[in-house]
């Protein structure tokens, strides 16, 4: 890719006019509109280019011929001879080579699976789908022939199924059963640059399967390893010096241009580069702008909606593009704008990978991403915004010459970008591990000894370790085998602690609503706030509310979901995301079909929530906080938990403002920001604790 290198937005020479300069507010926003045309010339280098009108691509070929347009078709031969030849190697290819895609059916079409099939991991359910349905129309076979799916809910192959794609969880989960993975004769790990927990095990998985199966004398089992950008050395290493493929992408030209300056508000640089690029570009060339989450986009994207009013250049459409973004709006994205009118999606670094939008000709980079780190001492995770890795930045930049040349403006300079980490911190190095643990422990694997591919902090393996222990899943935390309880457990793909809820619940006589509740805490944020319409969000969710706490609350909303006729309308009525009640009532049926394997009895504790309350205590009893300095406190009272760490219980729940405050608390999350949190609260009694877990809260007393 071409490096040029420009200043962009000239915001410190704009902030000596304004007087706040903390967050875009209303003087900035008049600040921008005067000075968007005014601004124009502070892009430099190439400014032909960018006003230049590119050819609009409209493809009438038909499929085949798309396929032998790719750069993969070119070098197939020479594919095929590599595969043939190497039990293991790794593929590096662009974006847009046709690796993902073309590369199994390569594999198919020479037959060398042989008499097993081709597993092809993805990090997201969607990209698996997508592919999936892409791959069979190229094959001219219907989906759940040939070519299949496996995804969480969804198992969309046949005895037939040769090619099939699934995500890195759910081939984890077959590796429980089936550690040596003898149905597939070729694993494909795709996108590993993504580095999940997911795939990081599924690293050490099939290098153990490869092993044992052929100290076996049984079918050899062939790995490809497939990426657009990775740190190519740790992974030959890892895998015993494999030769490494390097794969051409399609040849449109991006452009790169750094700022010349830091930028201290990378919110207020983006809206000021939108309008300055804006002005100058297209209206055919639509803008892809990075941000680290719901709140900033909402900011940025209420900002550009006020400042459009009188900007210069054509109309706009401005779309938010966020994990919990309810679906319909999610697909605002792809939909075409009329002739004349301008595209602007604001997204997460879920635009990194996965996704095309032909339009996108502009990317801008504020180079930030928010990243979740876990505490194993505290169990807090902390929430941060940090600089993005340069694998990062390149994967963003290539979001623009998906089908045409483009350009992408990094809100960062030159020497910040070259002084950035290659490649992000592993998932594996910032998460909780037990959940990884007990399937490891499930699947016949020691976990002290497992291959992976890089080590995990120590202290999150022991706190792991003795979490597991503490809920009864395994024997010992040294040498840890599985209980009875924990070959349970193992069966939910849950959370550990999730499962000891629902184990325990016929006990408490609360199934019923402790599968409803589990089924929602274990999805995404039902709840759905825009930035224009906070107030009148809030109003609505006072009828759902439970005096007792968050947990009843939402129990109370998926209750009412499922009465509901007309779904959808009602979601969008109570300001909730439809997308994820639907996947948490999908999450339900499977942990209901868990249970009704393991015969545990389903029945209700109708109005005695005491006793669901006392059951999410039985797996959730570490995530226990007690009031500091007496019921009399101040609104944001400090609470300490059993681990010693103080928090304050979140705002965004519905005991924030409770007066008194409650002696002592549940709690699901806990994170920290500029303060740490308690999220996903309730109610109990101090005594209940010790009637759960005593051995768990004689310890606590005695640290307290």
């Not at 798309?66 to 190697?89: C, D, F, N, W």
């Not at 030769?243 to 010349?260: A, C, D, M, N």
């Not at 979490?467 to 309880?485: F, H, R, S």
Request: with cysteine; aromatic share 6%.
């Amino acid at each position: 890719m071409d490096s040029k290198y420009a200043a962009i937005g000239g915001v410190n020479e704009l902030r000596k006019k304004a007087a706040n300069v903390d967050n875009i507010k209303v003087k900035k926003l008049k600040l921008c509109k005067e000075n968007a045309q005014a601004n124009i010339h502070v892009l430099q280098n190439g400014k032909e280019k960018q006003t230049k009108v590119l050819p609009k691509i409209v493809s009438s070929e038909d499929i085949q011929e798309a396929r032998r347009k790719l750069p993969v078709y070119s070098v197939r031969g020479r594919l095929i001879e590599e595969i043939k030849k190497h039990q293991t190697m790794i593929l590096i290819g662009e974006t847009g080579s046709g690796k993902t895609t073309q590369i199994p059916q390569l594999i198919h079409e020479y037959r060398l699976e042989g008499n097993g099939a081709i597993a092809i991991t993805q990090p997201r359910r969607v990209a698996a789908i997508t592919i999936a349905f892409r791959v069979a129309a190229e094959m001219n076979t219907e989906i759940g022939a040939i070519v299949g799916y496996c995804v969480r809910f969804e198992d969309v192959t046949s005895i037939k199924t040769k090619v099939k794609y699934m995500t890195d969880g759910m081939l984890l989960r077959e590796a429980i059963l089936d550690p040596l993975l003898k149905r597939y004769s070729i694993v494909i790990l795709d996108e590993a640059h993504e580095r999940t927990v997911s795939t990081d095990v599924l690293f050490g998985i099939v290098k153990l399967a490869q092993k044992e199966r052929n100290e076996k004398k049984l079918n050899p089992l062939k790995v490809i390893i497939m990426s657009a950008t990775m740190d190519v050395d740790t992974f030959r290493q890892y895998y015993d010096n494999c030769p490494v493929i390097y794969l051409e992408g399609r040849t449109y030209p991006v452009t790169i241009y750094h700022s010349k300056m830091k930028q201290e508000d990378y919110q207020y640089a983006a809206v000021c580069t939108i309008f300055q690029l804006h002005a100058t570009t297209p209206s055919s060339h639509d803008f892809l702008v990075f941000l680290t989450g719901q709140e900033e986009i909402e900011t940025v994207m209420y900002n550009i909606k006020q400042i459009a009013k009188e900007a210069p250049g054509p109309p706009i459409r401005v779309c938010p593009l966020y994990a919990g973004l309810p679906a319909q709006k999610q697909l605002q994205v792809w939909k075409d704008t009329p002739p004349g009118m301008r595209k602007i999606i604001l997204a997460t670094n879920i635009a990194e990978a996965s996704v095309t939008i032909p339009t996108i000709k502009c990317v801008i980079d504020t180079g930030v991403v928010k990243e979740r780190t876990w505490c194993g001492a505290s169990g807090a995770e902390r929430l941060r915004v940090s600089t993005c890795s340069q694998a990062a930045g390149w994967q963003r930049a290539g979001r623009a010459g998906r089908t045409a040349a483009g350009a992408a403006y990094r809100l960062y300079t030159a020497a910040d970008f070259a002084a950035r980490p290659l490649h992000a911190t592993p998932e594996i190095a910032r998460c909780p591990l037990a959940p990884t643990i007990l399937l490891l422990i499930a699947a016949g694997i020691e976990p002290n000894t497992f291959p992976l591919i890089e080590t995990p902090p120590l202290d999150s393996v022991k706190s792991s370790l003795l979490l597991l222990k503490e809920l009864g899943a395994i024997d010992n935390d040294v040498n840890p085998k599985l209980t009875t309880l924990g070959k349970k457990m193992s069966m939910f793909p849950i959370d550990p602690k999730y499962a000891k809820v629902l184990l325990s619940a016929p006990e408490y006589n609360c199934l019923e609503e402790a599968l409803s509740l589990v089924a929602v805490l274990s999805s995404e944020n039902i709840f759905y706030s825009p930035m224009h319409k906070r107030e009148e969000a809030f109003k609505v969710k006072q009828k759902f509310i439970s005096p007792l706490g968050d947990h009843l609350t939402l129990l109370n909303v998926y209750k009412a979901f499922c009465k509901a006729t007309l779904k959808k309308q009602w979601c969008k009525e109570n300001f909730l995301n439809h997308k994820n009640l639907s996947y948490a009532c999908e999450v339900r049926q499977q942990l209901l079909t868990v249970c009704q394997r393991l015969n545990l009895s389903v029945s209700s504790c109708g109005p005695a929530t005491d006793q669901l309350l006392k059951c999410l205590l039985s797996g959730l009893f570490t995530n226990c906080a007690w009031l500091r300095g007496g019921p009399g406190m101040a609104a944001g009272a400090r609470y300490v938990t059993g681990a010693g760490a103080a928090a304050s219980v979140h705002p965004a729940s519905v005991l924030h403002a409770v007066r008194p405050s409650p002696p002592a608390l549940l709690y699901s999350e806990m994170l920290h920001t500029r303060r740490t949190y308690l999220l996903t609260v309730s109610v109990i009694q101090p005594q209940w604790l010790h009637q759960v877990a005593p051995e768990y809260a004689r310890r606590c007393r005695a640290s307290r």
